[in-house]
């Protein structure tokens, strides 16, 4: 049995400490909002929070979880409000969807870093996550207007 932390819940798991942390978080917990892409950590759409850091959960070994805080998509905020979350739908954001958790996720990590980014600044951190829509204007965008709403004291 491996314990975990995931979304601040304390989780027992029976997995294989080299199973990748997305089927444990997909598979054992159902927690679905994260995505399967490449399965090589080149898209983005498996990324989940590991202490705070972003990390691609399809190449993450479980191991390297224990002891840890993961945060997936349905643990960033209670209740949507989160500041991406809220600018995502503003914006008007996704298209297909598939790749917007992983999206926002590194978002998360970008603002926690760098509360006002710049657009190099948002190209650079988001680079990582790929979206065959091509909605990467509006990414920038919601990016920026979640900095902003994040200013007025929201989460």
């Not at 029976?14 to 898209?43: E, Y």
């Amino acid at each position: 049995m491996i314990t975990l932390q995931v979304n601040r819940k304390e989780h027992a798991v029976d997995a294989d400490p080299a199973t990748p942390l997305l089927w444990v978080l997909r598979d054992l917990l159902h927690l679905t909002g994260t995505k399967f892409g490449c399965g090589m950590a080149q898209c983005g759409a498996c990324t989940v929070h590991l202490d705070g850091e972003a990390v691609r959960s399809c190449v993450t070994p479980v191991s390297r979880a224990v002891g840890k805080q993961v945060t997936t998509i349905e643990g960033l905020s209670d209740d949507n409000s989160h500041p991406l979350q809220v600018a995502w739908i503003q914006e008007d954001v996704p298209q297909c969807g598939y790749c917007q958790s992983g999206q926002i996720m590194s978002a998360a990590v970008l603002l926690k870093g760098k509360p006002d980014p710049s657009d190099e600044e948002i190209d650079a951190a988001m680079s990582g996550n790929l979206c065959r829509c091509g909605t990467y204007q509006r990414i920038r965008c919601a990016i920026h207007k979640a900095a902003e709403m994040s200013k007025g004291g929201a989460k």
